[in-house]
């Protein structure tokens, strides 16, 4: 290697720190005390959160969101200050918010620091559809609308009882949902999707499978021949066709008889947030038709 | 230019580009900061997390550069690196076994401890795999180090998967597979400071030695070294430099490799002058590394190791090739 390759090696490295250095900074934001009545400056590090903050009225105090904050539209003008559970703490600190509302960190550690800089953190549990609600309630009260997220909260609960129905094991469907196909991946007890699935009256395959979000193998799927597949994710090409190509899977029952479902939107069942709810009213009515079909 | 004249030289200048691009990681980042706010309270704050740091990329930075410098002085070959023969994936293994166990808190230095345990046991292994009679050829020390690291890599995997939901603190496998120099408690970065600063000095009283045994084994016997002594303590000296970089801050590839010839080739080969130097630029390069990788994102970081593989895989090609070329071993 001649010395000159060096050099230029060196040149680039710091002409790309240079660029990088000059590139998205954003002023920072003089740290003072609250003054009554000044609104509440809220960054949210989770999609869940960001939809429950809306549905409460309070997007204007949104400062930040996590780059996986897609729901509502409006969510994308706000700025993105890192990924879900794992924000830019240098963001954090230059836009100084109020309150931080997340739940989970990728490094707990960073909980500490951004104390230190002077914002609240508030870290909710969304893990079943219960928590989800619950957690409406702790950001309401923390964000101070504690009546409006009671009465959000409550409304949500009593359509969750109203999709949550009584069906006698024998007569629910077999349901296995798809999260991915490689590796092959489903949610088992302790996740909100298997919640979903009991609630709206079918039977998750997976939920004795011991880890909560987890692989499955192709052989345990086909052994335990579900009635309904949902492919809870974009595929490529025609869902039943690709199905019904993997070796082995022609003969599950849900691939036979046409129950592949690939229309549900994935974010209603996958999104611990209040839409789960609308989920769980789109798989109730999915696994009565199919009931209603067996019956026939 | 005399050896010491090289060295005064080359200290004044990468000093200077040291104190610089410290300077410069103060100001850089998403929130600004501007030159006159750094000694103001209002950016007191961000000034703090940057100057750590820096200060945790000059003390890695200079730890791997000399742990290259004395592998590749040790076993005479240029491809030899803490990462690329796995001393890191080793010292990686050490650390989460350490954090698992519940260990870290017991004080700072437990888990560059156990770090180092791991680093020692790694370069053993690779050693004894790689070793025929008395050399150690170049490909086999390279597939020594590929499958040590890859089985110590699956392993680092299979800790994180199997805890993760525990939330034990293990950090993602992102950040031990391909680094960070977040600062996130900084008694790691002082228990980091002291094993590397202490690594470096003993190495710069061993350069006689490595050039001594630059020029093969047996000749240093002849000349008077205790050559397997000699070898050990410099291995453990590796070990320990790069489990205190591995424990505080991930898998952070190919520095040892790329800092030590870029600094071979205006320098030349004596290790009087190479070492001290290495140990300067590999902090100023590991320092603007960390700049690029915190501020080429819109939001977020990138891994830093994302950076260093970048520039140092093709390096490592390079050098392959030349050796190959050159018909060494």
């Not at chain 1, 951004?114 to 009260?141: K, M």
């Not at chain 2, 000095?201 to 050559?227: C, K, M, Q, W, Y």
Request: with cysteine; aromatic share 6%.
């Amino acid at each position: 290697m001649k010395q000159w390759m060096l050099w230029a090696a060196v040149a680039a490295i710091v002409t790309v720190a240079i660029i990088g250095t000059v590139s998205h900074q954003v002023p920072v934001r003089p740290r003072t005390d609250r003054a009554e009545g000044d609104p509440l400056r809220l960054v949210s590090l989770s999609p869940s959160v960001t939809e429950i903050l809306f549905e409460l009225g309070l997007e204007e105090n949104l400062i930040g969101v996590s780059t996986a904050c897609t729901y509502p539209d409006e969510a994308a003008d706000i700025r993105r200050v890192g990924d879900m559970g794992a924000p830019d703490l240098e963001l954090v600190q230059a836009i100084a918010p109020d309150l931080l509302i997340a739940t989970s960190f990728r490094d707990t550690e960073m909980v500490r620091v951004i104390e230190a800089t002077g914002a609240e953190v508030l870290l909710v549990d969304q893990g079943c559809l219960d928590e989800v609600v619950d957690s409406i309630r702790v950001i309401g009260r923390a964000a101070g609308h504690e009546e409006r997220a009671a009465n959000y909260a409550q409304g949500l609960r009593a359509r969750i009882e109203e999709a949550t129905v009584t069906v006698p094991e024998g007569e629910r469907p077999r349901v296995f949902v798809e999260l991915s196909p490689q590796p092959l991946s489903t949610g088992a007890k302790g996740t909100f999707l298997d919640d979903l699935i009991v609630r709206a009256g079918g039977s998750n395959i997976a939920h004795d499978m011991g880890t909560p979000w987890t692989r499955i193998s192709p052989d345990e799927v086909v052994a335990h021949d579900p009635e309904i597949i949902i492919i809870a994710y974009m595929m490529d090409g025609d869902t039943q066709q690709s199905l019904e190509r993997r070796v082995g899977w022609g003969r599950v029952s849900a691939v036979r008889t046409g129950w592949v479902i690939d229309t549900i939107d994935e974010d209603l069942i996958m999104r611990p947030g209040p839409r789960l709810v609308d989920g769980l009213e789109e798989l109730g009515d999915l696994f009565r038709r199919y009931r209603e079909q067996e019956q026939q | 230019m005399t050896g010491g004249q090289k060295l005064a030289r080359g200290i004044i200048i990468l000093g200077a580009a040291l104190v610089v691009s410290f300077g410069w990681a103060l100001i850089a980042g998403h929130a600004r900061v501007p030159v006159r706010g750094l000694f103001s309270e209002q950016y007191a704050g961000l000034v703090r997390i940057r100057a750590a740091r820096a200060l945790l990329g000059i003390i890695v930075g200079a730890g791997l550069s000399v742990s290259g410098v004395i592998l590749q002085g040790v076993l005479r070959n240029p491809l030899a690196d803490p990462y690329v023969l796995g001393v890191s994936s080793g010292a990686g293994v050490g650390a989460a076994l350490a954090m698992l166990a519940g260990l870290a808190a017991m004080g700072a230095w437990v888990v560059p401890g156990a770090a180092f345990i791991g680093a020692v046991l790694a370069i053993l292994l690779v050693y004894l795999l790689a070793r025929e009679g008395k050399a150690v050829p170049v490909y086999t020390l390279l597939l020594a180090g590929v499958i040590v690291n890859s089985v110590a890599g699956s392993f680092l995997i299979f800790l994180v998967h199997t805890t993760i939901a525990r939330g034990e603190g293990l950090h993602s496998v992102m950040w031990w597979l391909l680094g960070s120099l977040q600062v996130l408690e900084p008694g790691r970065v002082i228990a980091a400071g002291a094993a590397v600063g202490l690594g470096v000095l003993i190495t710069l009283f061993f350069t006689r030695d490595l050039n001594v045994l630059s020029i093969g084994e047996e000749p240093a016997a002849h000349l008077g070294l205790r050559v397997e002594r000699t070898k050990k303590l410099l291995f453990v000296v590796a070990s320990l430099v790069t489990g205190a970089a591995v424990a505080a801050s991930g898998l952070i590839g190919f520095v040892g490799l790329i800092v030590p010839h870029g600094v071979r080739l205006v320098v030349g080969p004596d290790n009087k002058v190479l070492v001290p130097l290495s140990a300067l630029a590999g902090a100023v390069f590991l320092v603007i590394a960390d700049i690029i990788a915190r501020t080429i994102l819109p939001a977020g970081e990138l891994p830093i190791g994302v950076i260093t593989a970048f520039l140092g895989g093709p390096f490592f090609l390079y050098l392959l090739r030349r050796q190959r070329r050159g018909g060494v071993q």
